[in-house]
């Protein structure tokens, strides 16, 4: 397991930005999956952006794809969550999740992640 803790949640309009950081302590291997979930009160958690290093590729939920950009600094150990056009149904606790040495394709199924952050709040006003 690693140790992840997420940072940059906050308070804005509908119509602005946050970048959420999540710092990444310990070790993922070359072929790990990475990620953003968000958990609104009385819902499930659910994906919003991945990366599967394994396969090279990256993945969105349909309600956040060309809004939200996912991204990793490696030398920072930090990965990103880039948000764009927010609005109210955006609001949620944003968690940053890792599954390290996974080597089969990566999904947005929280009992694949073995590795969770502490969550950071964000909230937007219509």
């Known amino acids: 397991q690693v140790h992840l803790v997420e940072s940059g949640g906050g308070s804005v309009q509908s119509g602005g930005s946050l970048r959420l950081s999540c710092t990444v302590s310990g070790y993922l291997g070359s072929s790990y999956c990475i990620g953003w979930f968000r958990q609104a009160p009385g819902q499930d958690r659910e994906g919003v952006a991945l990366?599967?290093?394994?396969?090279?590729?990256?993945e969105y939920s349909d309600s956040v794809k060309s809004r939200f950009t996912i991204s990793q600094d490696n030398i920072k150990n930090t990965l990103y969550l880039e948000m764009n056009s927010l609005n109210p149904e955006d609001s949620a606790m944003y968690y940053c999740?890792?599954?390290?040495?996974?080597?089969?394709?990566?999904?947005?199924?929280?009992?694949?992640?073995?590795?969770w952050g502490q969550g950071t709040q964000v909230t937007v006003s219509s």
């Open positions: 990366i599967d290093s394994t396969y090279g590729r990256y």
């Open positions: 999740a890792a599954r390290a040495s996974w080597t089969t394709r990566c999904a947005f199924l929280t009992n694949l992640y073995n590795s």
